[in-house]
């Protein structure tokens, strides 16, 4: 079965500064999809970013980016220039892209403080 | 953005009493699902949906609960016999094929 393991329960990060928070997985396929949600504490799960795991290159939007080490079966999110407004529960997931199974899997979260 | 809408948002019942949880997906999604999160912990997969039917189930997801799309665009989670421990915050998502979107959560309090 797959797991998904956020190993830092909290993080802070100055506003303005960069922030990486750590996801690791582990599976036993090959083909899959990778997310990083945000919680806000209005509760209602965003989606950040995606990574297909047959794609090489990193994903990026905006001020998020992945660092996707798919041998290592590592998928961290990197926040730029952070702002307040980025203050969060911050969610990795994955998904079976073959398996026929269309859950998403979840870990515990990373509750990320933005310091004014 | 399209939204996936849950009511009621708040839900305060007594123990062994049946409760509904109710959800609008977004209208030409395929998978439904549904999620809990206790105290703002992990959150935990209870059961997917597809084609009209359960998909897959998790083992939290046992004889107490069930599913329905009771007309093509609502999609409810209905817990027959409440327990304090069923006491957690229930997401519906629906999905196309490479994004979930939740709703907002329904707050459910055993007491």
């Known amino acids: 079965a797959q797991t998904v393991t956020q190993s830092q329960p909290e993080m802070s990060v100055q506003e303005a500064e960069t922030v990486t928070l750590s996801c690791t997985y582990d599976?036993?396929?090959?083909?899959?999809?990778l997310f990083w949600y945000k919680q806000p504490p209005s509760r209602q799960m965003i989606l950040v970013i995606r990574?297909?795991?047959?794609?090489?290159q990193n994903a990026t939007e905006n001020r998020f980016s992945v660092n996707f080490q798919k041998a290592a079966k590592s998928f961290s999110l990197k926040i730029s220039d952070s702002q307040l407004g980025d203050a969060a529960m911050y969610f990795c997931?994955?998904?079976?892209?073959?398996?026929?199974?269309?859950?998403?899997?979840f870990g515990t979260g990373t509750r990320l403080k933005v310091l004014a | 953005e399209p939204e996936v809408t849950q009511t009621p948002s708040h839900q305060v019942t007594q123990m062994g009493q049946e409760v509904i949880l109710r959800c609008v997906p977004i209208?030409?999604?395929?998978?439904f699902y549904w999620y809990r999160q206790i105290l703002g912990q992990k959150v935990e997969f209870l059961v997917s949906?597809?084609?009209?039917?359960?998909?897959?189930k998790s083992e939290i997801f046992d004889d107490q609960f069930s599913v329905e799309r009771p007309d093509g665009s609502n999609f409810t989670l209905k817990i027959r016999s409440t327990k304090l421990e069923d006491s957690a915050m229930y997401f519906c998502?629906?999905?196309?094929?490479?994004?979930?979107?939740f709703g907002q959560g329904t707050r459910l309090t055993v007491v």
């Open positions: 599976t036993s396929e090959s083909d899959y999809y």
């Open positions: 998502a629906s999905s196309e094929a490479l994004r979930a979107f």
């Open positions: 997931a994955y998904r079976s892209a073959t398996s026929g199974t269309y859950k998403y899997i």
């Open positions: 990574q297909e795991a047959y794609k090489q």
């Open positions: 209208s030409n999604h395929l998978y």
């Open positions: 949906f597809y084609n009209n039917e359960i998909s897959e």
